[in-house]
């Protein structure tokens, strides 16, 4: 199994770009979300989706939005991108049941210039 | 506001010496901690978790205790390696789909 993979590894934007960034996992889990990760922080939730067709926002979901149509692919899109928004973005995904274990991808590191 | 948090940023360990990581909360609904590690460039990889009827779980090399009573949590690795180098999570869950991650703590091994 590859696990969690997401592209691209490095983005640079300019600031009003629009882009997509990639999440895709091999191991039939249920849940997906989606986390930027910026300097001295923790990670903060910006959407989930618990199978396909659903999709709820997390902590911090302005200027983001998602899609569920295969158990396998959740991207994540940026409508108008901001210099607020150059993080790290990782991927995780998980069984459905009562343990938490998430499984997590590599990331991906976006600059909005 | 509900906060997960950390008492130290930086903890520097001798090699071979046991290490404990500290972690506050503040939501006394949380019912599921779970502690990752992160390594350089890399994403999140989960340690241990514990549900909030547990006082003490041990996994290999890793022992979690929860303390209800002052909303503490804490990550005892024992005989700490280089490889242990990283920064460590701890993150809640109070019943919903949502986790809520604390700020991390730096691990540095000094050999």
């Known amino acids: 199994n590859a696990g969690v993979t997401q592209t691209p590894k490095f983005q640079v934007l300019k600031t009003g770009q629009s882009m997509t960034l990639q999440c895709a996992q091999d191991?039939?889990?249920?849940?997906m979300s989606w986390y930027r990760q910026d300097p001295g922080m923790g990670l903060r939730l910006i959407h989930y989706?618990?199978?396909?067709?659903?999709?709820d926002q997390g902590e911090v979901p302005n200027g983001y939005n998602v899609s569920r149509s295969t158990t396998e692919d959740f991207p994540l899109r940026l409508l108008s991108a901001a210099p607020s928004q150059t993080s790290v973005y990782f991927c995780?995904?998980?069984?459905?049941?009562?343990?938490?274990?998430?499984?997590f991808g590599p990331g991906t590191r976006l600059t909005v210039t | 506001g509900e906060s997960v948090g950390l008492h130290l940023p930086t903890l520097s360990v001798q090699e071979g010496d046991n290490s404990i990581i500290n972690c506050a909360y503040s939501n006394s609904a949380s019912d599921y901690f779970i502690w990752y590690k992160q390594e350089s460039g890399k994403g999140p990889q989960f340690i241990i978790d514990i549900r909030s009827n547990m006082d003490k779980r041990q996994g290999q090399r890793v022992t979690v205790l929860l303390n209800k009573t002052v909303k503490h949590l804490s990550l005892q690795i024992a005989a700490t390696q280089p490889g242990d180098s990283a920064v460590y999570f701890c993150?809640?869950?109070?019943?919903?789909?949502?986790?809520?991650f604390g700020t991390g703590t730096r691990l540095t091994i000094i050999p």
């Open positions: 995780a995904s998980r069984i459905r049941d009562s343990s938490y274990e998430q499984y």
């Open positions: 191991m039939n889990h249920e849940y």
């Open positions: 993150a809640e869950n109070f019943g919903n789909e949502k986790l809520t």
């Open positions: 989706s618990v199978g396909a067709g659903i999709t």
